[in-house]
């Protein structure tokens, strides 16, 4: 079993950064790839960004190429997701996952987090 909790969350102006944290536990962290989802109300959940267990293989979505950021610290079990250059369009609550490969299927990911929610202000 793996518990992944999300923090980082709130409100920003369009333009501004926000940092969301996951932090895993349960399971060894170090072998997953980490995923970042979002879904915003009336939409499927999406895709975002996902990153290998040594961290050399990245994939983004690419609505975030160039503004985002996902990284890992395999000693503290934590993955983040670095948001630059927000927009309204980027408000959603975002959830980690934990898998076994990089897909950007939501069904390819085994574990969950709560979500944490990010708004962004025009």
């Known amino acids: 079993q793996v518990q992944l909790v999300e923090s980082g969350g709130g409100l920003v102006q369009a333009g501004g950064s926000l940092r969301l944290s996951c932090a895993a536990s349960?399971?060894?962290?170090?072998?997953?790839?980490m995923g970042w989802f979002r879904q915003a109300p009336g939409k499927e959940r999406e895709f975002v960004a996902a990153?290998?267990?040594?961290?050399?293989?990245?994939d983004y979505k690419d609505f975030v190429k160039g503004r985002f950021t996902i990284s890992r610290d395999n000693a503290k079990n934590t993955a983040f997701l670095q948001m630059n250059s927000l927009k309204p369009e980027d408000t959603a609550v975002y959830y980690c996952a934990v898998g076994s490969a990089i897909r950007r299927r939501p069904e390819a990911f085994d574990y969950w987090g709560q979500g944490t929610q990010v708004t962004v202000s025009s």
């Open positions: 990153i290998s267990w040594s961290g050399a293989v990245r």
């Open positions: 349960g399971r060894t962290f170090s072998s997953s790839v």
